[in-house]
């Protein structure tokens, strides 16, 4: 998919997650897009935020951290 | 003689006990010596036909309240003067009955000499013959002669000979009104009992029939004395024909085909309200379908859509032989079924080989029963070894199931229909039942003339705003796209005027998040007058609508597709879910959260496991103790990563990843949004398989036709939205050669897969042995029952019409912070006007079926509905082609201008292709569930002169990939 679409439904899972009281709300972008999202959104999204994220929300860029380290040691 | 036999009391019969049945305290009385107890209330006609003795009557009937027109059901009852009307006397207690004296016999004879003297005597040839009411009193109470004769030298004065002897034309008679394609409506036959105008207020609500003249001159009219019955208000339910003891108003089929001679109890293939019918049949032919009056959805009502429009199953465009091509620029070759498989089989393990195991995925379809979509998730899961399986509910209600899974537990509507008859405050919700789920809507506004009140949130001013004796107390006219703004506010007032029910919330939910949650929605971002502007909902009518549901008794919110289509979808289920855990509008009937269900089988879609991330049951992938149950049953081993979803599958294709697709019953160029985004993800595949009954736009694209059967065609089950299972049965052979289940389970085996089911009873078997919501249903349960409603287990052992009744599924219910985003879909110079969109009663879907049907005569093309002031200014006039446009694409289509819609907002239907809707809705998503936004869309429009560049190369393309080669000799 487009560069611009991806960023564009990953904001849009954090601007909900952000509005949730807590402060873990990176965890639960995480856990959000590990549930509903196949491994090559995943991955298009690991290789956006290598090369800088561009347009990700901060939020999004620490969630794809976690998830690409469990992805690692799994 | 059938009504002499007296049948059994089983509760299938389909005998009509005259009046309504009623609930109350038992009476004791004594009818012709044989001592009967019915409930309070009850007619004397009705304890009389429960004793096994049926009472003469003609206009009375079972679903209708009784009248007292006829006289011919006159008793006598020890100790009272007179005869009675039995339809209209209720029982007391000691009451004494005679139906039979010869006082009321003579009685009864005379009636009907007079009914009979003003009615034609052409019984044999008469369409109604062997079914009329008429002719089984007359039989009945034994009339030998009728002695009325028109006097020498007076008039003839008659209903039913057009001319006299000299041939002289009666005044007196009037034409067969044949204006309806269904049924006709025949004068001379009339007996004015009333029943047709009674069932069209009663049963179906609309008001459409009257009475017109008084005495002799009494006629059943269709609105005024020039309309006809097309031109009226009338809707086409059939409510008046089923009522109608004679042949006045018939069914056409029936003056075509004849009296069917067997009857075989199914499930409609339309809306998610699911209603039972009888099919009639003549030998394999099927004469009428009736509405069945045990069908616990619908309690004997139906709409024009189940009731008639039934055609498309005989169609000439429907496809019976399999076809392949290599290329979608050749035409379709017609080969056995042997090849066509065997074709699919190795392009799609071909496609595996080439781009990997994840490179092929199904849609399964909505449309499809259980047992059928159940066999396609596992074709994906099982053969295909990836878990790329999405279905249509994607794009209608996938954000109840996340909505209502987050707060409730589970993603169902928590009521069955029968609720509604004890609900004081109905809330709808971006839903248009009179059109979307017409059965329904006829019960509720029966419940609404009864007293309940009427909360509607919608930009349109539909039907039930205002209709005859229904208005709705409060509409709250939204901007689409602000739904959460709404909801939170009606849930700000309920919070901060202290209207919420805190026993149930302290009990019931989970307090700390509660707090939370009244904390948020406390804040005066969310009052009514602080969204007033963004949402254009004036704030006092917003406050006065919080007020009535929290206050006004048991209140019940029933909700459609304007609530998840949109980029917050999800937000709202979730922001609705809250306002009946605030209020304790759960648990109990009358009250509750109802999602309406587009298709006939979407809630069962769900339910099986066609979501990519989930086994049947909601179970997600990622559970190690989920997969291993279908491991063991399916001896596979299952992956734990969820898959694509339809709009991300087409995504990968246009990426190049994703290339081959197996597409039941399902029209995603036509449905999905963003046409031109789907035609290029699927030109982009190498392999794409079409199961269905027509070439649909879909098929354009496709490698591999397999036809597919109808639901007259198959065994099996369809879920409705109230989580009702009801069967499907075959009333006839398939005409393709096979059930939509063989032919998944051929495409199976076609690939490798050792599946041998002998019955759809056998697949089920399987659900239940898999799924512990689906455990204790069986088809021998379903068989005794008729229906259940899951969950079905040990627990549950006939099911549940109620959820959360003690408790929530998921335990404590969970308020969810909604915080109202808008979407980025926004309007501004370019495009300034905001188009949603939506469907018609006689249409349904994408109009495959119905388009395939006289149904056209209702709707036959798309139309652009815009307010007048919108028009004006653009210069614009009613029946103008207007061109649409938004940043996706545009198309073409006739204005009609009105004001059900507010200035800045446009609407249209998507039910035909040449106008594709679809053009114009963009990408944009529900953040949790991608559903699309189609409800809410910026767009521009201005005068044109016909169809765009882009529809008339659409109409190209998709004749030139309809083009089917002539089978070899």
Same mark, same amino acid.
């Given at each position: ?74 | ?59 009375? %009937? ?38 039979? #004296? ?8 005379? $009636? ?43 008039? +003839? ?26 049924? #006709? ?55 008046? $024909? ?81 076809? @392949? ?33 994840? #490179? ?209 979808? #999800? ?89 081959? +697709? ?5 029209? /995603? ?112 349960? +379903? ?32 308020? /969810? ?64 082609? $207007? ?13 009609? +201008?009105?004001?059900? $819609? ?5 609407? %249209? ?31 521009? @429009? ?28």
């Amino acid at each position: 998919m487009s560069p611009e679409k991806m960023v564009h439904m990953a904001n849009q899972i954090a601007t909900f997650f952000k509005t949730q009281p807590g402060d873990d709300q990176a965890d639960r972008i995480a856990a959000h897009l590990s549930d509903f999202w196949e491994p090559r959104m995943l991955d298009q999204l690991h290789a956006h935020v290598v090369a800088g994220g561009a347009g990700l929300d901060d939020l999004v860029i620490s969630a794809e951290a976690r998830i690409a380290g469990e992805r690692e040691s799994a | 003689m059938k009504d002499f036999i007296i049948p059994p009391m089983d509760s299938k019969s389909d005998r009509d006990m005259g009046t309504p049945a009623k609930t109350g305290a038992p009476v004791t009385l004594e009818i012709d010596g044989v001592a009967v107890t019915v409930a309070e209330g009850t007619s004397v006609m009705r304890a009389a036909a429960e004793a096994g003795i049926p009472v003469p009557k003609l206009c009375a %009937t079972d679903s209708l309240d009784a009248f007292g027109s006829c006289r011919l059901c006159v008793v006598e009852i020890e100790g009272r003067r007179g005869t009675p009307a039995s339809c209209t006397t209720p029982v007391a207690p000691g009451m004494v009955v005679h139906t039979g #004296s010869s006082k009321v016999r003579k009685i009864r004879r005379g $009636v009907m000499e007079l009914y009979i003297s003003d009615h034609p005597l052409d019984c044999l040839t008469c369409a109604a013959n062997g079914d009329c009411e008429l002719q089984d009193m007359a039989g009945a109470v034994g009339l030998r002669d009728v002695r009325y004769e028109a006097p020498e030298n007076g008039s +003839l004065v008659n209903h039913f000979e057009a001319r006299n002897t000299s041939g002289e034309s009666n005044p007196e008679w009037l034409p067969k009104d044949d204006s309806n394609p269904y049924f #006709s409506y025949d004068p001379s036959k009339c007996i004015v009992c009333n029943r047709c105008v009674r069932a069209c207020e009663e049963v179906q609500g609309t008001f459409a029939l009257t009475i017109q003249g008084r005495g002799f001159d009494s006629r059943v009219s269709a609105g005024n004395a020039d309309d006809d019955f097309l031109g009226s208000d009338c809707v086409s339910c059939g409510a008046c $024909v089923q009522a109608c003891p004679t042949a006045t108003l018939q069914e056409k089929s029936i003056i075509e085909m004849g009296t069917p001679d067997r009857s075989v109890v199914t499930t409609c293939a339309y809306c998610g309200v699911g209603c039972s019918f009888k099919a009639e049949m003549n030998g394999d032919e099927l004469v009428r379908m009736v509405p069945y009056k045990h069908g616990k959805a619908n309690r004997g009502h139906s709409c024009v859509k189940g009731r008639f429009a039934y055609g498309y199953a005989h169609h000439k465009d429907r496809i019976l032989k399999p076809m @392949i091509r290599d290329r979608i620029d050749e035409p379709w070759r017609e080969v056995e079924w042997d090849e066509a498989l065997s074709f699919a089989a190795k392009r799609m393990r071909g496609l595996q080989e080439q781009y990997g195991k994840k #490179s092929i995925g199904v849609i399964t379809s909505s449309r499809c029963t259980n047992e059928e979509t159940y066999l396609v998730q596992k074709l994906a899961r099982a053969v295909f070894g990836n878990n790329n399986t999405d279905t249509c509910a994607r794009v209608c209600h996938s954000p109840t199931g996340y909505g209502l899974g987050q707060t409730f537990g589970t993603s169902a509507g928590t009521q069955d229909f029968d609720s509604v008859e004890q609900t004081d405050v109905v809330v709808v919700i971006g839903a248009n039942p009179t059109d979307g789920h017409p059965v329904f809507a006829s019960r509720l506004k029966k419940r609404l003339r009864a007293g309940a009140k009427l909360i509607v949130v919608d930009p349109r001013r539909i039907d039930l705003v205002k209709s005859p004796h229904v208005s709705a107390a409060h509409h709250l006219p939204l901007r689409p796209g602000t739904n959460v703004a709404v909801v939170s506010a009606l849930a700000h007032v309920i919070v901060t005027e202290g209207l919420m029910d805190e026993a149930f919330i302290r009990e019931r939910c989970d307090w700390d998040e509660f707090q939370h949650y009244a904390e948020f929605i406390s804040n005066p971002r969310h009052s009514p007058e602080a969204t007033e502007l963004l949402t254009g909902v004036p704030s006092a009518e917003l406050r006065a609508a919080a007020r009535l549901y929290a206050q006004g008794g048991n209140g019940a919110i029933y909700y459609g597709l304007g609530v998840t289509e949109h980029s917050q979808g #999800s937000t709202t289920v979730m922001g609705i879910a809250n306002l009946a855990m605030l209020t304790g509008n759960m648990g109990r009937p009358g009250v509750g959260v109802n999602p309406l269900r587009g298709q006939n089988n979407v809630q069962g879609a769900c339910d099986m496991g066609s979501f990519p991330h989930e086994l049947p049951g909601y179970r997600h992938v990622k559970g190690p103790e989920v997969r291993k149950v279908f491991e063991e049953t399916w001896g596979v081993e299952i992956d734990a990563e969820p898959g694509l979803r339809i709009p991300n599958m087409l995504d990968a294709a246009v990426d190049g990843t994703f290339k081959g +697709l197996y597409c039941q019953g399902e029209d /995603i160029l036509q449905s999905d949004p963003d046409t031109k985004h789907v035609a290029a993800g699927l030109a982009a595949m190498e392999c794409v398989i079409v199961h269905d009954l027509f070439l649909n736009e879909t098929a354009n694209y496709a490698h591999v036709f397999l036809p597919g059967s109808t639901f007259l065609e198959k065994d099996g089950t369809f879920t409705n939205a109230e989580r009702r299972i009801n069967r499907v049965r075959k009333v006839m052979e398939p005409l393709n050669g096979y059930a939509d289940w063989e032919i998944t389970q051929m495409l199976a085996q076609a690939m490798g897969a050792d599946w041998s089911y002998s019955h759809p009873a056998r697949i089920m078997e399987e659900i239940a042995a898999t799924t512990p919501s689906f455990a204790g249903v069986d088809y021998a349960l +379903l068989e005794e029952k008729g229906s259940v409603q899951w969950p079905c287990n040990e627990a549950h052992p006939e099911g549940m019409p109620l959820m959360h009744v003690d408790g929530f599924m998921r335990g404590k219910g969970r308020f /969810i912070v909604t915080e109202y985003v808008a979407t980025d879909e926004k309007t501004g110079p370019r495009f300034p006007l905001l188009l949603t969109t939506g469907r018609i009663l006689s249409q349904y879907n994408v109009g495959a079926q119905t388009r395939r049907t006289d149904n056209v005569v209702w709707h036959e093309e798309d139309l652009l509905e815009i307010h007048p002031h919108d028009a004006e200014v653009r210069g614009l006039k009613d029946g103008d082609w $207007v061109r649409l446009a938004s940043r996706a694409g545009e198309t073409t289509l006739r204005a009609k +201008l009105t004001d059900r $819609v507010s200035p800045g907002v446009v609407y %249209t239907t998507f039910h035909h292709p040449d106008t594709q809707a679809n053009v114009i809705t963009t990408d944009y998503s529900d953040w949790a569930t991608n559903c699309p936004e189609y409800k809410v869309t910026a767009v521009q @429009i201005s005068l044109s002169n016909g169809p765009t560049d882009w529809q008339e190369d659409y109409a190209a393309q998709a004749a030139q990939a309809r083009r089917i080669l002539p089978a070899a000799e």
